[in-house]
């Protein structure tokens, strides 16, 4: 899992609060996703960054707001969150456009993200 | 639209016995497949995929897959299985014919456990 990296692992936070979550990824890969795992539900697509554009956005609320400053780093960026937000978020990277019908996702540790 | 479904829950198996966890899945093209693994606390690890040729796939771990088009499914498999093989397995899919990126559709999970 050292390709691709998440921090924090934990995050406990209010209501009110603002926070971020990191990922880098050491693959050299050209693609990137944030996906929500909540128990006894399918992996939800979040948002795509492809070449550091967004190219998916999945109707996600607004109090989400993700940034790509270049193709190793993804940030999501929390604010105003709701206790049903508690979940994992997972990282992943791919090679993307270049690579196509090969193209495989590689995955961060991930984040336990919890409300109050 | 493309789908994934794990009719199973859960899976028990001895240790030493075969272990099967099943999948099946819908799109309109051609279908690209995956299996993912995630132990506790931790990430989804990539184990094999099915793209085009040999309709039986050789991954990681021992694990192998067969590729069904018939009956749409793409079970995972594995000769002789291992208490540490105990983990949630996930199959995910993409649609060749959408041109949609790397969208992948996930599975609800597999939860297998080996059992001395």
């Known amino acids: 899992e050292t390709g691709v990296t998440q921090t924090p692992r934990h995050l406990v936070m209010g209501m009110t609060n603002k926070k971020s979550l990191k990922c880098e990824q050491h693959?050299?890969?050209?693609?990137m996703y944030w996906y929500k795992q909540s128990a006894k539900k399918p992996l939800e697509l979040m948002f795509v960054y492809s070449l550091e554009e967004r190219v998916e956005n999945n109707s996600v609320p607004s109090r989400f707001s993700p940034e790509c400053p270049n193709s190793s780093h993804l940030f999501l960026h929390l604010h105003t969150l709701q206790p049903e937000d508690s979940a994992l978020y997972l990282c992943a990277s791919s090679q993307g456009p270049t690579s196509g019908t090969t193209d495989t996702q590689y995955f961060g540790p991930g984040t336990r993200l919890t409300v109050l | 639209a493309q789908s994934v479904a794990q009719p199973e829950d859960q899976v028990n198996v001895a240790e030493g016995n075969p272990l099967t966890v099943k999948c099946t899945y819908s799109?309109?093209?051609?279908?690209?497949l995956f299996w993912y693994v995630q132990y506790p606390n931790r990430g989804l690890q990539f184990l094999l995929k099915?793209?085009?040729?040999?309709?039986l796939v050789k991954g990681s771990y021992g694990f192998e897959a067969e590729f069904n088009k018939s009956q749409t499914s793409f079970h995972l498999k594995k000769p002789s299985a291992l208490v540490s093989d105990s983990a949630l397995y996930f199959c995910a899919v993409r649609d060749g014919i959408t041109g949609g990126g790397n969208k992948l559709t996930f599975g609800t999970g597999t939860q297998l456990k080996v059992e001395l």
């Open positions: 693959l050299g890969h050209n693609a």
């Open positions: 099915y793209i085009t040729g040999d309709n």
């Open positions: 799109v309109s093209g051609n279908p690209y």
